[in-house]
Structure formats: structure tokens, C-alpha cells
């Protein structure tokens, strides 16, 4: 256990994704309590990665919160993949619900319909369907496709960003009449506390990386004043334990969260026994997050210099907004 936050050893990790050709990456960094993750976006510059940087050693210096519950329901993330392997993806999970990545354009919905069709029949009618268009969408795009997603999947519960702005969202909810779920909106803000998604949205997608820890998106939470759910890209378990912290001490919504990461990866950086991988669509809330696996960890050391040094340089622009 270190007395102090170990910038300097900090490890770089770098784990392929099963379905597609990305490439999770992410510094582990160890302080006097635990372990964290510093992974932001490759886009997000030095203030906005401070978030993550920040999140990374809450666990290890002041600790999270003490939780609510001891497990959190989890909807298994579903990528813009064909629908067999979608039904593999969901079948595989056992979660109870499904988040379903949409494709770029609306106008083509064709693999967007077969595969929330695929989605549907491995959930069977009482499992509870939400999609994610990532903002790509016009308002009339939104509002001409979503009652037809909608029939294929046997009604989908939420539907997350529709379009970029929260005044289009806001007009898509008023026409379609499907709960909206504010994610982009929260997570790109440069100061979510200013928001206001009363009209735009029913539910708020937020996660505890992007928003500079457990804390910070509490109190996030408690501003938006909407039901919540956490939601986080693939990352080690190390980085997943955090979202889950935070999933554990916010109000139930009666939603699942969007934490199944880890098993979109080809492996992780912790034992076996401490991947965070959900079981009967489940995951523990536990209240420090594993440490590495020092095999594990050996296996999937990021090796290319180019890419230590951008890591490197990344951490130490960080640290000068913290």
C-alpha cells in the first residue's frame, strides 16, 4: 500500500475489444487506500481529463461513499453489430435488459431494426429495451424512425440522444411521446450543474469518470433532479468499480445501468475472481475496487512508446487542473 499517489509508476494498460478493431486503453494508478483508473477520451483535452484524473484517486485517498445496496441491476450494452450476434450478446449477458447502439444514419434502419428485433426475441417480452443514437440524429429523422424502432423492438423503454442539443431532445420527447435519457448532454457540459433538462429529457445518463468522481456526479445527480442511471464505456474492472460505486448510492430509478463493460473485452487487468463481468444480470457494489493482477496486468502492458509517452504526457497536463 503507498503512502502517497503513484504518479510516477502508474501502468498503462491496453485491451482489445471483442467485437471491432478498438483498443480500451487506461493508466492505473495506485494511492494510500486502493486503486484507480485514469482513461479519458482520446479527444478530451487536459481540463477535461482532469475529471477522470480526479475520479482515479478519489477511491485511493478519501474513499466513496458508503452504498445503498449491495448490487446493482445491469443492461448489457449492445453494439452496432448484426442481429445474430446481437441475440449472442444478450443471450450470453443474462441481463434482464439491453442498451442497443444504433447506427450513424436514421435513414437506413434497416440493421437497426433486425437487430433490436434479434435484442428482443433473447429477452423475451418482459425484458425492458432502451437505444442510443448518439446524437446523430434531426429532429425529423428522430421522429420519423423512432415509432418504427419502437414496433421492432416490442417498445423500447428509453431512447438516449436522440439528436446533439437539448432543444431538439426536448422537441423529439414532446412529439414521440418515449421517455429521452440525457447522456452527451451531461458528459460534454462544461458545467453540469448550469444544465436544465426538465424539458429535454426523463431520465440522465451519468457516470462517475466523466464527472469527476462518486461525489461530483452525486451532486450532479441531485441538481438535475431527474431519476438517474449510470452508464460508462468498456474499461478495466478497476475503472467499472467506481461506476459502480455510484450506482450504488444513488436513488433506485428502476432502470439497469449500462456496466457491463468488462465482458465486451478480450480480457482484464484483475484475477478472474474480481473481473467484473455481470452474473444473473447483477454486479456488486463493493467499496474499494480490485487491485491488478500482476499476470493479468503483465499480459496486457501497453509496450509501444509512442503511445506510454502519449499517456505519460496526458497524465501530467491532468494534473495541473487538479
Known sequence: MKTWIDFDGASVYAIPVTDGP???????????????????????????????????????TVGWPDPLRGRVPIAVTVPA??????????????????AVRLAESAGSPAEDIDRLAAVREALGPGGAIRCDAGGGWTVEAATAVLPVLHDAAG?????????PTTAENAEVRRRS????????AIR???????????????VAILGAAALGGVRRAMRIADIVGLPCVVAADPRSSIAMAGELALAGVLPDSGLAHELGGV??????VVSAARSLIPA?????????PPAPDPDRLHRFTQHAPERVVRWRDRLTGAQRYI
Open 22 to 60: 478498438d483498443i480500451v486503453e487506461g493508466m492505473l494508478i495506485e494511492g494510500p487506500q486502493g486503486w484507480g483508473e485514469f482513461s479519458p477520451p482520446e479527444e478530451y483535452d487536459d481540463r477535461r481529463a482532469a475529471r477522470w484524473l480526479t475520479a482515479a484517486i478519489e477511491v485511493g
Open 81 to 98: 453489430v448484426p442481429a445474430p450476434r446481437a441475440h449472442q450478446i444478450v443471450t450470453a449477458s443474462g441481463c434482464r435488459s439491453a
Open 155 to 163: 417498445g423500447l423503454d428509453l431512447v438516449v440522444d436522440p439528436c
Open 177 to 184: 411521446g418515449i421517455r429521452i435519457g440525457a447522456h452527451r
Open 188 to 202: 460534454e457540459a462544461p458545467d453540469p450543474r448550469a444544465l436544465d433538462l426538465r424539458d429535454a429529457a426523463d
Open 263 to 268: 465482458a465486451r473485452l478480450s480480457g482484464d
Open 280 to 288: 444473473d444480470g447483477m454486479l456488486p457494489v463493493a467499496p474499494m
